[in-house]
């Protein structure tokens, strides 16, 4: 299917999507880049590549899609680089966690959103990173979404959408503005919370003997508060509004059962509780 | 080691209790009770108890150790119907998330902490409840914390310590204050996030989209949403100065973490997600 894919961050989700792609058998050539040599040469070494090449700009050379999986924040400048470079018909797409920053990027670049960019989101992932941790099932039942834009080619789109679906995954379409809603409702927001959560309690007096005690609930609750920092700064960055609003909804949620608690209004506390319940068992069924 | 054991609430906690002496062939008879008939029924019917009667007075009849394993808000009227029907030297205990409202029930029914009151907590358990739940190996690995007080009798904490090491569990004493302190930070803050969140999103209007989009990291973090409402609502109150301390510390450490996402202060929103990472990677070690 594809003849030459250019993957630039050969991390967890770009390895990943390499060896998914490879596995199907629906790959010719596999070039990797990246900022990494060790990474990069690890990423041969394990088949997840075929060669690389540490410049973008020769490492998009004739490649027919080139995957854009770095953080957020660098997305803007790889595209930079690597636009008067790609091939004519090259058809490009990025992995990143939101999806008006990456727009803006590309409007910043070309000046406007080009038809062969697709914009896509796999939500995927471990708190690991790096190549040793990708592994080709990483997607299988996962959902992907893609946000296309009214100036996005059909072609363009269907090959990303077909690339996606040969790992695995189930591919959807969503505007960009609800995109990043859903995502900072479902993903950063708990990121936000887990992560304070560690950091307060890190915080305490007798954080060693707190840390001792944590119970089930805990090590669930914070696991993802070992997710990689620089990551989810530039998502912050790359969907600072929506997360904001999201933050002080649940501010204002989490005040007013305090305050119930605080009041003793015992209904409420109750109500909250088994209105919650219900939400999350019907939500897995489990 | 125990005659015969009283297990007054014989769900997931009781029963598993059950379970554990039994397997280990350290308790003779085990005589259950509550208020639902069904579930006593059914602890019967799956070999947890030998035989039950719902009127707890009765049940403590010739008892040799009394395991209080009802929600908090149960525990003072359970404590106050059996006081006057224990056997003389009877040793009681209880399994209660919060120690300072048990210990201050036991003050106001004996108007002192009798010596053979040990007030316990299995820091143990699922998100499902009923003896159905329940399994032998539940207390394996995990800490049993203990609180005995200066008026209690070393002979009746070494008979809680011993029957509590038989289940596989690691014992450790605690002052009462303390372990109130080190749950609320770890066990009920974390449960009142979780709750909150699942609200949250479930009040939102897309929400049965938001749903869908979940990924991964809410599934884990929600999964304590799912607990027992009645008895997170008994620890809300039971523990409610230490949980309401706790919450300020965290909601001020959110505002914090916000007010720098709204400033663009990359640097402190960076700083404070490498920290809670370095504290959550040295806690699990994984």
Redesign the interface.
């Known amino acids: 299917m594809i003849q030459r894919l250019c993957v630039i961050g050969v991390g967890l989700i770009g390895g990943s999507l390499a060896r998914a792609l490879r596995q199907a058998g629906e790959v010719g050539e596999v070039i990797g880049s990246g900022r990494g040599e060790d990474n990069l040469r690890a990423a041969v070494r394990l088949g997840v590549i075929d060669r690389y090449d540490t410049d973008p700009i020769r490492a998009v050379a004739g490649a027919d899609v080139v995957v854009v999986a770095v953080p957020l924040g660098a997305i803007e400048p790889v595209l930079r680089a690597i636009v008067p470079h790609l091939a004519p018909a090259a058809v490009v797409t990025d992995v990143g966690s939101a999806k008006g920053s990456v727009v803006a990027d590309v409007e910043r670049i070309y000046g406007h959103v080009p038809p062969h960019f697709v914009p896509g989101h796999p939500?995927?992932?471990t708190e690991q990173s790096g190549v040793e941790a990708s592994f080709a099932t990483l997607f299988q039942g996962r959902?992907v979404?893609l946000t296309p834009l009214a100036e996005t080619a059909a072609a363009s789109h269907h090959l990303i959408r077909r690339m996606w679906e040969l790992t695995g995954a189930e591919v959807v379409d969503m505007g960009v503005r609800?995109h990043d809603?859903?995502?900072a409702?479902?993903?950063h927001?708990?990121?936000?919370?887990?992560?304070?959560?560690?950091?307060?309690?890190?915080r305490?007096d007798?954080?060693a003997?707190?840390?001792r005690?944590?119970?089930?609930?805990?090590?669930?609750?914070?696991?993802?508060?070992?997710?990689?920092?620089?990551m989810?700064?530039d998502i912050?960055?790359a969907n600072?509004e929506q997360?904001?609003e999201?933050?002080?909804?649940?501010?204002a949620?989490?005040?007013r059962?305090?305050e119930a608690?605080?009041a003793?209004d015992?209904a409420a506390?109750?109500a909250?509780?088994?209105?919650?319940?219900r939400?999350?068992?019907n939500?897995?069924l489990?």
């Not at 927001?189 to 890190?202: E, G, I, R, W």
């Not at 005690?213 to 620089?230: L, N």
């Open positions: 939500i995927a992932g959902r979404i609800h809603a859903v995502l409702a479902t993903s927001l708990p990121h936000m919370l887990a992560y304070t959560l560690v950091d307060t309690l890190a305490l007798d954080r003997e707190i840390f005690y944590a119970a089930g609930g805990f090590r669930d609750f914070s696991r993802i508060a070992s997710s990689d920092p620089k989810w700064h912050c960055v600072r997360l904001l999201m933050i002080a909804l649940f501010s949620d989490l005040a059962l305090a608690i605080r003793d015992r506390v109750l909250m509780f088994q209105r919650a319940k939400a999350r068992d939500l897995y489990e």
